[in-house]
């Protein structure tokens, strides 16, 4: 299988069918990234739309000796996420779907509302970094150094914030056992 | 990358050894998050039709372009109505948006030529074209339909001259001058107009347009041939791009509350709402409006001279022995000649050639535009006619085509003096694209004045001066009809 990189280059030579095959590589967990912030299927088709379009443009920017192509993908998903959410709530600076007060005004898929509502007491007290370096490890199963790229950070903060945060879920579950026990089923 | 549990747990203890006297702990919190991860609801067609929008966006503007970001605002994440619509309404969408970038190859492709709309003229070998005279060239055909456009009421002037019988006797004008007729000297330049055939890439970008519908990869090389846009809203203006012509035509689509014969259902109503003489308007009224509209919609009518009006009608309506059931037409035509090496130019039958103009009388605005197209030309060296007197019997008769009946009584049509100018000739071929679209000198006379009692209502003989076309003595005219003749025969019997 090509490497990414070289498809890049391919592409740039020309060669469209290779960017095809970056697409088809990383469509789906850029998507599943997207959505992870969002929490809404058409927000995170548009989002991934818009990231794939600005890759498309901005193809010559991309430096592989700085980073990967899944690493520079992902911070221009990241980054539009970002976008999304301080356009529709410019007054509550925030980052992604985690953060909405429970009144927001702003679509979410209700199953999914369902779904986090178990996890999001464990993810809420963290701040967009911490979350996404947690998620992005557990969930996305990106490496230190992808996710350092695409945080715009060093793996060895990454990968002091993994470490921290997950003491701080350890915490946060111990917590909720202990509710659990004490609370009538 | 995939990880199990136990991995993940022992990667954190060598990040933070100090975890490592409560493995469980971060084991259950490692597998809680696990457990907790949300589905994304994915939906696999998306993938196939954002698929389509690259393929569309690498075709059309390239890798590089810095036009694409002509498909921003459209997919600004408050615009969902693509993908909720599905393939179908994104390709369309694209499809138009093309129009903004025609010219944007795709990666491989020839560059597609630039249709400007300046004039051009390419010099090539003499009699390049072929005979002028060619047994497919258009006769009465060619020239119809451009003939029937003019005249709301009446029909196409050719046929109605020879067919229509008046009361008593058959007539046919001969069209009279009296001055010299001034022949060319030197050979005759002849035009060819040259279909730009634009490589318009997008056709390569359709590859991708609607692929839940069909697998366009299974066909080989698409390209555009034409596109069909649509204002939104009532009385839209509709516009039709020929990328294989290189033309551009527009029509009104008019809702039908704008039009009051629509709702009509029985003639009684028909006649209640058709235009009466009072409604038309005057030559400069339609004129300004033709005028109006080209400005507004910023057309370069450089190539193109003062504007006439085709009033057909009105000769008709002097000619039509019932007035009060006179169809007044609903669209007036203004026609701006086209100006070819600064000569205007006629068709076969008489009538100025160039970018016209249809003007709607009700609502007083333009309801089409055509004849609008790319300035490119071929030229080439032809024989010039060397004798005056077969120049005269082509005028007598009233230009090419024309068929002298010997039985018919000839009523005088004077002609006043010539002006240099192109007739447009079209030679038909089965297929259209090999159709030649030849401009030959002609002199032009206008028509001063009409015979009495005929149905006559020309305004210029156009007669070329090619030396193979006055050859052609007997140009493919129908003879009359078929029932002038039995009554012929029945009066001899």
Known sequence: ??????????????????????????????????????????????????????????IGSFDAEKGTFAGWLHRIARNLVVDHFRRLRP??????????????????????????????????????????????RLWHGRSFAEIA????????ACKMTYKRTVEKLQAALLVLLLLSILSPA | MKHTVHSLVEELLELEPSLRGRREEVARVVQELLD?????????????????????????????APHSSFFFPIFRMDSRFFFAGGGAVLGAL???????????????????????????????????????????????????AEMRM?????????????????????????????????????DLQVYRRIRPD???PAGDALRGFASGMLDWSSFGPLRLQNVNVTEQGNDAYSFFVDYLEGSLSVNRMFAPESRPEFQCKDPECYERVRLRESDMLSDEEVIRIARAF????????????????????????????????????????????????GKPVYEEYGNPFGLTVGVDVRTKSAASLYNHFVQRYEQSAYAPVTDASRVRDLIDRGGMYMWRDPSAKLVDAKLGAPQEALMRMVQWDPDYTKNKELYVPALVFPVESWPEGTYDYRKYIVVPLADELLNMQDGGMPRPMPFVEPAAEEAAQ
């Open chain 1, 1 to 58: 299988m090509q490497e990414d990189s070289s498809l890049v280059e391919a592409f740039r030579g020309g060669d469209n069918a290779a960017f095809e095959a970056l697409y088809s590589r990383h469509v789906r967990s850029v998507y599943d990234f997207v959505y992870v912030r969002t929490h809404h299927r058409q927000t995170a088709e548009d989002i991934v739309s818009q990231t794939f379009l600005q890759a498309l443009e901005g």
């Open chain 1, 91 to 136: 007054a509550d600076s925030i980052e992604d779907a985690w953060d909405l007060p429970g009144d927001a005004d702003v679509p979410v898929d209700a199953d999914t509302a369902l779904q986090v509502g178990k996890i999001r007491t464990l993810l809420k007290g963290m701040s967009p970094r911490q979350r996404d370096t947690v998620l992005l």
């Open chain 1, 149 to 156: 790229e695409i945080l715009g950070t060093s793996e060895a």
């Open chain 2, 36 to 64: 907790s991860r949300m589905g994304t609801r994915w939906r696999p067609a998306f993938q196939q039709e954002l698929l389509a929008v690259l393929r569309m966006q690498m075709g059309v503007a390239g890798k590089e």
């Open chain 2, 94 to 144: 694209l499809v138009f948006l093309t129009l903004g970038e025609p010219w944007a190859p795709a990666p491989g492709s020839p560059q597609p030529k630039e249709l400007a709309l300046e004039e051009t003229v390419t010099p090539v070998a003499p009699h390049a074209f072929g005979s002028l005279a060619a047994k497919d060239a258009g006769g009465a055909g060619a020239g119809d």
């Open chain 2, 150 to 186: 003019q005249a709301g009421g009446g029909g196409g002037g050719v046929a109605m001259e020879s067919m229509m019988v008046p009361p008593g006797e058959y007539t046919q004008t001969r069209y009279v001058f009296e001055g010299d007729i001034p022949l060319p000297e030197g």
């Open chain 2, 198 to 200: 634009a490589n318009v």
């Open chain 2, 294 to 341: 080209i400005d507004a919609s910023g057309i370069d009518a450089s190539a193109y001279g003062e504007p006439v009006v085709p009033d057909d009608w009105r000769q008709w309506l002097k000619q039509s022995p019932d007035k009060t059931s006179f169809y007044f037409p609903e669209q007036v035509n203004v026609v701006f000649p086209l100006l070819l090496d």
